[in-house]
Each structure stands twice: as C-alpha cells, then as structure tokens.
C-alpha cells in the first residue's frame, strides 16, 4: 500500500529565510503532486512533477523530484509572511490512476 | 473556466440522518474524486468517477456511496451518519488521462454531525 511521508510536520520560520519541505513515498509513481491550502479553505494546486528530475519554480517556491529515491522536496527561497499555509503532498497510487494519497501536511509559519 | 463548484458548503446533521453532497467539475473534465479531510486522519481518498463509473474506491464503509451523471457532476452520499463523520469533503476533477495534470479541488462541503 502506498505511503506518502512528510516531514517536518510544523515549520516556523523568519521571514527572509530559506527552507525545505520533504517527501517520501513507499512505491513507484508516475507523479507527485504539491498543494497549499490556508485555513478553512480548499486545496490550491501547486506542482506537478511528472518525472525523474523534475524541477518546478513558481515565486519562492521550488519543487523537486527524485524518482528513484522516493523523494521530493519543496524549496521556499526568502520566506515571506503570504506564504503561511498547510502544504500537501500527494501521489497516485499507480500509473494513470487519479486516486491519491496524500502526506499529513506541513504547517508553515513564516514569522516576521 | 469555471472552477469545481459544491454544494451545499455547509450542512448541520443528526446523527442517523443520510446527507447527499453534489459536485460540479470544470467543463470537460470526466474524472471526479472525492475526500475527506479530517483533523485526526488527514485527507483520505473516498472514490473516483470517469465516465459514469466508479474506478477507484478508498477503504471507507458501505455507508459511503457516490454517482456520476451524464454531464460530470457527481454526488456522494451518507446514510446512517456518525459523529466521526463530521469533516470537511472535498470534490476534485480532473481530465481523467492522468497524465501532466493536476487534480483541480472545489471549496469543500463542511459536514457536523451532531
């Protein structure tokens, strides 16, 4: 069964300062998805990384992917304030298939 | 484009009571699945429709059922409801190939059960 681990589960950090968000999935997948969400609200799509050494940008945020290893990352160069959010995560659970398991999330607080 | 649209986006229930839930994905897309997002167990996967088909279901009880229409739109229903159904369902819509593209979310119908 498909696992998807994050970590860490809570990140406050300064503004200004850089960090990263990893992800660890126990089997192959064809893609990895990033998501925001702020609270009482919806998902916000971020990324999607489709294969080996994918690498994203949007803004301040980078997304990476390590297929072999299981792994990406997402990169928040010079945190500001709007980027305080929960992020998610999430991979298919085989090739083409749109179910989706998700990491727990990371709730981030950039302090000014 | 439009976005995913739900309603309704908040609903008060008893406990034993049914709730139906309805979905509208963006025009074009013939993949809606829904979630349920708790604070204990996070986002959990419920079903995915394409075509009028149920094509994948989570590990969630026969309590839980859903449909699609001809149009797209789908529906999820809860019979018999508990209190740990309490939760935040969320519907997402996609193409439906899989391939280089998201899974677009709507705002979520926010269920208590009481």
């Known amino acids: 069964e498909l696992k998807v681990e994050q970590n860490p589960l809570f990140l406050s950090m300064q503004e200004g300062k850089n960090y990263t968000i990893y992800c660890n999935y126990s089997?192959?997948?064809?893609?990895l998805y990033w998501y925001r969400q702020d609270p009482g609200k919806s998902l916000e799509s971020l990324f999607v990384l489709l294969s080996n050494g994918a690498v994203k940008q949007e803004g301040r945020l980078m997304a990476s992917l390590d297929t072999k290893a299981r792994l990406s990352t997402l990169h928040i160069t010079a945190a500001v304030h709007d980027l305080s959010a929960t992020y998610f995560c999430?991979?298919?659970?085989?090739?083409?298939?749109?179910?989706?398991?998700f990491g727990t999330g990371t709730r981030l607080t950039i302090i000014p | 484009k439009a976005g995913v649209t739900q309603t309704p986006r908040y609903l008060i229930k008893t406990r034993g009571q049914q709730v139906t839930l309805s979905c509208s994905p963006i025009?074009?897309?013939?993949?809606v699945s829904w979630y349920q997002q708790t604070p204990g167990q996070g986002l959990q996967f419920l079903f995915e429709y394409f075509s009028e088909t149920q094509r994948n279901k989570g590990n969630f009880p026969g309590r839980f059922s859903g449909r699609q229409f001809s149009n797209s739109r789908s529906e999820m229903n809860v019979s018999t409801l508990e209190l740990g159904d309490s939760a935040l369902y969320l519907c997402?819509?996609?193409?439906?190939?899989?391939?280089?593209?998201?899974?677009?979310f709507g705002p979520g119908t926010r269920l208590l059960v009481l």
């Open positions: 999430a991979a298919p659970h085989n090739f083409g298939n749109e179910k989706l398991t």
């Open positions: 089997t192959t997948s064809d893609r």
């Open positions: 997402a819509s996609a193409g439906g190939t899989g391939l280089q593209e998201t899974q677009y």
């Open positions: 025009s074009g897309h013939r993949s």
